[in-house]
């Protein structure tokens, strides 16, 4: 499922940035949740093996709509919105407020399992439909200006890859976006069943181990936002250096939490590492995005934000398989282990990034 899931990313990602880039920001914003809703819904509506895993390409689908697109909006209307305020800022501060959602969301889920799992992804896709109606009549477009005629799909393309190519900076971005895809999809499919068979979840009234899963995913949230907060007074959003300092900072912080949470044999000590794991994890996230967007022009930026997700999910299909065989055929453990270990040589590459200056095109 999550290869699938990625190799639809893969596939669909730099076109549908193009799109955003071509045609409209909202327009690939709208299309983009419509399609996960439908992702969603029709799981809900029939939960069979052979539709859950045919909507994980239709949800793959909907993401690349949604995922240049939207940083790329974020990046456009701040100026005319809050002028004193760097799309930096605005990624960290709409991340704090996800962060208010993501711990809501699993007591609505709680709630809503006990009609069952279905029904959970039911509501969801009835969600992004709200989102995507919403979008349409209010989200604003002042910062976007569509391409000229003369601009086609595939000459954008050339241009925001010749933009890669030129600036080696750009280039060590979608790198270290590779690296992290390597070791992210370890750890996202498998850390479930490290609790699962390691520590035997006790029972707890009459939720089953749903209410595990939304009592982790409110207290990494709290973690998530404790770190946002801490980061936004000390990070400089419109510093390279600031932000690859960040990541070299919490990158190797991270690789000592997944060996920790590999190794441990203490239910209270995992829980403490995977919390503070999922925290760092949500952290990269915007600084990554905010990273790229430094060296995004604002005529290519969906696309280049774009080949930054393409290069993450490059990662976790070529990663994935690799510790999912590990996983099955030694254990769970040691594939997120090995998930930590791929992660490694970002260091190295962070700190080539961190050297440079932002206009250093050599």
Known sequence: MGTLYELSILL????????????????????????????????G???????????QVILGIGDTFVSGAHDAWVADEIPFSEPDLSAGQAFMLGQRASFWGRMLGPVC???????????????????????????????????????????????????????????????????????????????DRLWQKIFLD?????????FDDTIWWASFGILSQVGGMALNIGMSKVLDTRSAR????????????????LLGFALTKSFIVAI??????????????????TWTNLYAPPQTRATILSFSSQSHSLGEIAGGPIVGAIGQKISAMMAVATAAMLLLPTLPVLMIARNHKLDDQS
């Open 12 to 43: 669909f990602e730099v076109p549908t940035g193009i799109v955003a880039d071509l045609f409209s920001r909202r327009m690939s914003v709208v299309i983009g949740w419509f399609v996960v809703g439908i992702a969603f819904f029709i799981q």
């Open 109 to 187: 889920a709680l709630g809503l399992s006990l009609l069952g799992l279905p029904m959970v992804l039911t509501v969801t896709g009835i969600g992004f439909f709200v989102f995507a109606i919403g979008a349409g009549f209010w989200m604003t477009e002042r910062g976007f200006h569509r391409g000229d005629q003369e601009r086609k799909f595939w000459a954008t393309f050339r241009e925001g890859w010749g933009l890669v190519r030129l600036y080696r900076l750009l280039s060590l971005v979608l790198l270290v976006s590779v690296f992290y895809g390597f070791a992210s999809e370890g750890f």
């Open 242 to 257: 600031s932000i690859t300092g960040a990541l070299l900072w919490l990158t190797g912080t991270l690789i000592l939490t």
């Open 45 to 55: 509506i029939w939960p069979v093996a052979g539709v859950v895993i045919a909507a």
């Open 272 to 289: 403490v590492l995977y919390v503070v794991s999922r925290s760092i994890r949500r952290m990269v996230d915007p600084l990554l995005t």
């Open 198 to 206: 390691v520590y035997k979840l006790p029972t707890i009234g009459p």
